[in-house]
């Protein structure tokens, strides 16, 4: 039998749907798209594509940090952009964020993602413990 365990935390903006921050199942961890909302105020934040990676980054290293690991336990992640005009300014964001070896990665361009975001992020985690 698993162990699956719901992952939460106010560092990190709410849940805006159905779903949780992150769940743990043994010592992976499978932590929900996050797009660009402040904690605090649970808007959008200000600024384009680099500040919104960097609120995402953020976001996601709380959700990580509240399930025992870092962002440098990902050992995938999947970004969305509406734009991927702005490719190389994520991957400078992401840069400042993890080290290298760095996770396996997949981004594609999207219509739209919710509440007007320019990106999203979702990751999987692997933890040694």
């Known amino acids: ?5 719901i992952v ?16 743990r199942v043994d010592n992976t961890v499978y932590l929900s798209g996050q ?3 402040v904690p605090s ?9 680099a500040e919104q990676a960097t609120q995402v980054f953020t976001n996601l290293t709380a959700v990580a940090n509240a399930a ?7 050992v995938k992640l999947n970004i969305s952009m509406t734009d991927l005009s702005g490719f190389e300014q994520v991957n400078n964001v992401m ?7 760095f996770p396996a990665r997949a ?15 979702e990751a999987i985690l692997h933890l040694s413990e």
Not at 95 to 101: A, D, G, H, N
Request: one cysteine or more; a negative charge.
């Open 1 to 5: 039998m698993t162990n699956k365990i």
């Open 8 to 23: 939460s935390t106010d560092q990190a903006p709410a849940a805006i749907g159905p779903y949780s921050q992150a769940v």
């Open 35 to 37: 797009i660009p909302l």
């Open 41 to 49: 105020t649970m808007l959008l934040c200000d600024g384009g594509i």
């Open 68 to 74: 025992g690991g870092t962002l440098n336990d990902s």
């Open 95 to 101: 840069q400042q964020f993890l080290s290298s070896p």
């Open 107 to 121: 981004c594609v361009q999207v219509a739209a993602l919710p509440k007007g975001a320019l990106i999203e992020v």
